[in-house]
């Protein structure tokens, strides 16, 4: 089992940059594919990124390609999502997930652990 806090959410202005951490409990961190979602009331939660185990493999939706970039710090049992040229739609509470393996799955039905969430402004 792997517990998982998020970090770094805030308020930013349209055009901005933000980078938000995940921080994963336990000694098992590097057995688990990490992915970020997104979430805004009235919605269903959006698949942003995700990424292997070692971290050579990353992939993204399509809201979000060319903007974001998911990494991982095996040793240091976190997982980033660099956000660049935020937009007001960006506008959400971010969570990441984890799931065992390598899996490349954008349905969050299919990952087992996942944060509390942190709130993401994008606003002028």
């Known amino acids: 089992q792997v517990q998982l806090l998020e970090f770094g959410g805030g308020l930013v202005q349209p055009g901005g940059s933000l980078r938000l951490s995940c921080a994963a409990s336990?000694?098992?961190?590097?057995?688990?594919?990490m992915a970020w979602f997104r979430q805004v009331p009235g919605k269903e939660r959006e698949f942003l990124a995700g990424?292997?185990?070692?971290?050579?493999?990353?992939y993204y939706g399509d809201s979000v390609k060319g903007r974001f970039t998911t990494s991982r710090d095996n040793a240091k049992n976190t997982v980033y999502l660099q956000m660049n040229s935020l937009k007001s739609e960006d506008t959400a509470v971010y969570y990441c997930?984890?799931?065992?393996?390598?899996?490349?799955?954008?349905?969050?039905?299919?990952?087992?652990?996942w944060g509390q969430g942190t709130q993401v402004t994008v606003s002028s």
């Open positions: 997930a984890a799931r065992r393996g390598d899996v490349y799955d954008q349905r969050d039905t299919q990952y087992d652990y």
């Open positions: 336990g000694r098992t961190f590097s057995t688990y594919t």
């Open positions: 990424i292997w185990r070692s971290g050579g493999i990353t």
